[in-house]
Nanobody, 125 residues
């Protein structure tokens, strides 16, 4: 049984930082591309960014590029999302996602195989 568990969400003031973690069990972590998505209230879930199995290729949505960094530690089966210079519009539920293959194939929701339960990030102005 595959489990995807996010942690690290919370409240932060604008301009602050948070680091989210996502630990995966039940699959061979280093054979799967991974991604982060987020969903703000009354909005669709959208991608934050995705990374390949090795972490050597990563893409970001333009709204977070330069502020957020995705990394992975394959020895720990863990994906990270470092979020800096946070803005109120970053407030959302953040979801970790696994893809079927070593690459993410367009980093879109329909290609996700497993989802975590989400962790809430709230940025106050």
């Amino acid at each position: 049984q595959v489990q995807v568990v996010e942690s690290g969400g919370g409240f932060v003031q604008a301009g602050g930082s948070l680091r989210l973690s996502c630990t995966v069990s039940g699959l061979t972590f280093d054979r799967h591309a991974m991604g982060w998505f987020r969903q703000a209230p009354d909005n669709e879930r959208v991608r934050v960014g995705c990374t390949t199995f090795s972490g050597t290729v990563t893409i970001y949505d333009h709204s977070v590029d330069g502020r957020f960094t995705i990394s992975r530690d394959n020895a720990r089966n863990t994906l990270y999302l470092q979020m800096n210079s946070l803005k109120p519009e970053d407030t959302a539920m953040y979801y970790c996602a696994t893809f079927r293959d070593v690459v993410y194939d367009s980093c879109i929701e329909r290609n996700v195989e497993y989802w975590g339960q989400g962790t809430q990030v709230t940025v106050s102005s």
